[in-house]
């Protein structure tokens, strides 16, 4: 299975610059780990020490907020598509 | 209806049904949206609502004197509320509002008499914060109204568009609104919630071109002070390209001209809605239309392809 991640400019760092990396994982956490093996680096600018997303990063699985799909938890299936991106304001 | 000054007749705006686009409108069950027309307040959005009840805070606790200056960073809505505010009320304005809004905005900002400081495009909203928290510090005299986290500004839509959505509404399932300062949902949800626990509470936030999140590192993100995720069921992250479809299917469909982030917030309402007819679930799924078009004709949003018109919104605020 694999998973389109798309990867906000300031994390372009870790991936050589691509916008968007395939990654795969039954799970949010198993998709970050799977990540972190093939761009080293990234699942810490994500996750915090305590194992919760960081609290400026906002991530998305086909468009929806995963703080309310089960976080790190949210299961996957094939040809979901993550979007990470950092929290910005409005208004 | 009649009032004694334009600030008294904010609020009480109309809730309409979709018809066309609601899922199953006479369904068994059904499944309906509602539209909250904010377009309808005095300089025509939402933001009146935080405007004013901000104001008056300020004028209860002593902080705003008349002849004073306000001051606060703001996209645009927020600052052309406080603009007619502050002009009928006596008070000066400065805004700090990003380069990349929609040319209106600033003309009507000018128009009221505030005075603008552009903050770069490249730090979006974020940078405008940034920058108004410094000018604050650099002019003490001026009163910095924040509507991130100033509780006036939530405190609007629990004592006003929760209620009158209700009252217009009993029978609500969901309840959808865009995320920006989150005073909307966190006013309207919390209303909601405790008068219907088992409400939905759903945002839809704007996904920018790569632009906006021009951040230097991930703490320089911000989440607004106002924001509890507790208060919310489910949010989601619309693209400028769906957010401009729903705009353009709420004229085409229902005769509603709405801003570009209404489209966004309708994609949301929709998503929920085909669900709910998915599982043969009720539903009346009321939703704010924020603002009219008028705003954004410049952007080129209502004119030719979809693709072209997202293309054009790369790298502005529209919400």
Known sequence: ?91 | MRYDSLTDATGETPLVGLPRLSPHWAGDPPVRLWAKLEDRNPTGSIKDRAALSMVRAAEADGRLTPGCTILEPTSGNTGISLAMVAKVRGYGLVCVMPENTSLERRQLLEMFGARIIFSPAAGGSNQAVAVAKQLAAENPDWVMLYQYGNLANAQAHYEGTGPEILRDLPTITHFVAGLGTTGTLMGAGRYLREKVPDVQIVAAEPRYGELVYGLRNIEEGFVPELYNDDVLTSRFSVTSYDALRRTRDLVEHEGIFAGISSGAILHAALSIADRMAAMSQRADIAFIVADGGWKYLSTGAYEGSLQHAAEKLEGQLWA
């Open chain 1, 1 to 91: 299975m694999t998973i389109e991640v798309k990867i906000p400019t300031i994390l372009r760092s870790y991936t050589d610059g691509a916008k968007s990396v395939a990654g795969k994982g039954d799970t949010l956490a198993a998709l970050f780990d799977d990540l972190d093996a093939s761009h080293p680096g990234l699942k810490g600018r994500l996750i915090t020490d305590d194992g919760g997303l960081h609290r400026f990063v906002n991530v998305y699985v086909n468009d929806e907020d995963v703080r309310f799909t089960g976080s790190l938890d949210t299961a996957l299936k094939d040809g979901d598509s993550v979007t990470i991106l950092p929290a910005v304001a409005g208004g």
